[in-house]
């Protein structure tokens, strides 16, 4: 069976604390994408990856960065995280079809 | 542009009452149609890809078709269980990234 995992459920962090989101497939899948999902906005794109070492920047780059060392693990690094990055991240991992981890809910005070 | 357009934005069934939803779409070469299903709180679900107009695929009470402008998801006799956000996405030929849709909120009332 297919597995994205997300390193926590839940976060809850201080302004200008360096956040850290973990992901990582078991499926061997080249392709990897951090999402923010916002109600009324819904799925947008933050930074994506095709290969170990690559990364391409998404719709809404700005304030977040990206780590792929290896193969199966995506991160996603806030490093001064703000109230405006209180959010629902959600990773996926994709060969045809795009498959998601369970989502991290963040919460910036 | 290309542009994800779902409707309605948020449907109330009985149980048992079919119906459809809509995911209308604009694309320049059209790699993939793909439609998940996401409960409150979690990550969307995987359920189909749909590649070229008149594909249709089925899995349990839903089924979902294409044609060159639009998909649909149609849900038979649907269940209280079936209650969920339906989201559609395109995927153009040209790049990796998809194009989604704002979702339909599906109520299925007991």
């Known amino acids: 069976d297919v597995k994205v995992t997300q390193s926590s459920r839940y976060l809850v962090k201080r302004t200008g604390e360096k956040v850290f989101l973990e992901c990582v497939q078991d499926m061997d899948h080249e392709n990897m994408f951090w999402y923010r999902q916002d109600p009324g906005l819904g799925l947008r794109l933050i930074y994506f990856s095709y290969d170990v070492k690559m990364k391409e920047k998404g719709d809404i780059p700005e304030g977040y960065s990206v780590s792929r060392e290896k193969k199966e693990r995506f991160s996603l690094i806030l490093e001064s995280a703000s109230t405006n990055q209180t959010s629902m991240y959600l990773c996926?991992?994709?060969?045809?079809?795009?498959?998601f981890g369970p989502g991290t809910r963040l919460t910036v005070l | 542009e290309d542009q994800v357009t779902q409707s309605p934005e948020a449907l109330r069934l009985q149980e048992g009452e079919s119906s459809s939803l809509n995911c209308s779409y604009t694309?320049?070469?059209?790699?993939?149609l793909f439609w998940y299903r996401q409960d409150p709180g979690k990550g969307p679900e995987f359920l189909f890809t749909l590649y070229s107009a008149g594909e249709e695929k089925e899995k349990e009470r839903l089924k979902a078709t294409l044609t060159k402008k639009e998909s649909f998801l149609h849900i038979t006799a649907p269940k209280p269980e079936d209650s969920a956000t339906y989201l559609c996405?395109?995927?153009?030929?040209?790049?990796?990234?998809?194009?989604w849709g704002a979702g339909t909120k599906l109520i299925i009332k007991p």
């Open positions: 694309v320049s070469g059209l790699r993939g």
């Open positions: 996926a991992s994709s060969g045809n079809e795009q498959f």
């Open positions: 996405a395109v995927q153009a030929k040209s790049n990796y990234q998809l194009i």
